[in-house]
């Protein structure tokens, strides 16, 4: 019999996470680590501002995504479509917000899927974690895309039931300056707490 | 790798409260509205599991930087197992883990305005590879304490060491701390004793290794498990 054990209690990152352990590809997803192999799909560039209480942009945030391949699978023993993932694409990335409170990231247009579990729809969708100074437990919630009829349906989407509060994780296509010539741009800043506050999950 | 299949809800207690009066970064950033619940699906049950593609491995040896002159401090050896929920190892998960140097500083922009040295030869952090039986090691320096000044209640850090543990989902990431035994300044740690189980904070303490139990003679050694949310048993349906 194997003995039960209670998870390692969660702490604030604070503000010395070492900045040598962002590398250069950590926030393109669109290889994995050979430049010159290429994920499938449609690239994509994700940015914003992240803010602080009372609109005060916050840097040195470190913010992670995890989203499944252009096909909707995800090269993991949990997906039973797993063999049918891109090899080239690993579906993480990490990015610390700069000193203006900007994160971006280059990756590609993640598939929707039919969850195993649940049966639910899952439209396409890019789950992102905050950890920061003055977080004592990560932040975690879900982007979505814009003109998917998919949302309608998708669970997590719908686990807001104020209209206005979930549209604030639909990405707005927008024109910006570090997105790569090829990729599709979108914006969404990131509200810890005030006004258009950014609605979180429980993790 | 052998992967956890499913994920429960944490266990409120064991895990820190989100805002601390005088911990005034705490009161401005996180959210004023409870989170949401939400089903969990495949995105939350699945993370990266090849990580060493992306993230260099093989920094095991934060006492000296390039095999130059070894770090100021006492030399310490941190080593541990990363389990699940079930006892399970984790294997082959990546860990990182950053500490200030033995004055208490960090080799970072953000820690400017302390005025303990730099020390040439530490840079503090390092990050490797769990083994088949799920067990990470590093070799290090004894971090100092350092004051945290600009909050309504000025207090010490105690000696401590950041992790930052990836697991086999996303919903088993985790970022923590590991304090030392015996340390007067975790009485009073605003953070450690924001957890309000008692086990809780317990379990973010090493254990001191006996000397005659340890096979290196120049270092003190501690014993630190970490345990990641995940289990392997398959849920009813699944
Ligand atoms: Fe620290």
Known sequence: ?203 | MTTPNFFEAYDEPSQPVIRIAQYRESLLRSPSRPPYKRPVTLTEITGPLNLARKLKTGMNDLSRVNNGARAMGQLIWVTGRLLDEDGMPVRGSVIELWQANAAGRYAHKADSQNPAPHDPNFLGSGRCLTDQEGRYAFLSIKPGAYPVPNHAARWWRPPHIHFSIFGEGFMSRLITQMYFPGEPLNAADLLLNAVPDEKGRERLVAKWIPMMQLERADAVGFEHDLVVRGHRATPMGF
């Open chain 1, 1 to 203: 019999m194997v003995k039960k054990r209670t998870p390692t209690p969660s702490h604030t990152v604070g503000p010395f996470f070492p900045a040598r352990f962002f590398g250069e590809g950590d926030y393109d997803l669109t290889f994995v680590d050979d430049p010159a192999k290429r994920a499938q799909g449609q690239k994509i560039y994700i940015g914003g501002n992240i803010y602080e209480a009372e609109r005060v942009p916050r840097w040195n945030c470190m913010v992670e995504i995890w989203q499944p391949d252009a096909g909707g699978c995800f090269n993991h023993p949990n997906d039973p479509r797993h063999s049918h993932a891109d090899p080239n694409f690993m579906g993480w990335g990490r990015r610390s917000s700069d000193d203006a409170g900007w994160y971006d990231f280059v990756t590609v247009k993640p598939g929707g899927y039919t969850d195993p579990l649940t049966g639910f729809r899952r439209a396409p969708h890019i789950d992102v974690a905050i950890m920061s100074s003055g977080l004592m437990r990560r932040l975690v919630t879900t982007l979505f895309f814009p003109d998917e009829p998919a949302n309608a349906e998708d669970p997590v989407f719908n686990a807001i039931p104020e209209a206005d509060v979930r549209e604030r994780l639909i990405l707005k296509p927008a024109k910006l300056e570090g997105a790569p010539a090829d990729a599709t741009a979108y914006r969404l800043d990131i509200v810890l707490q005030g006004d258009g506050e950014t609605p979180f999950f429980v993790d």
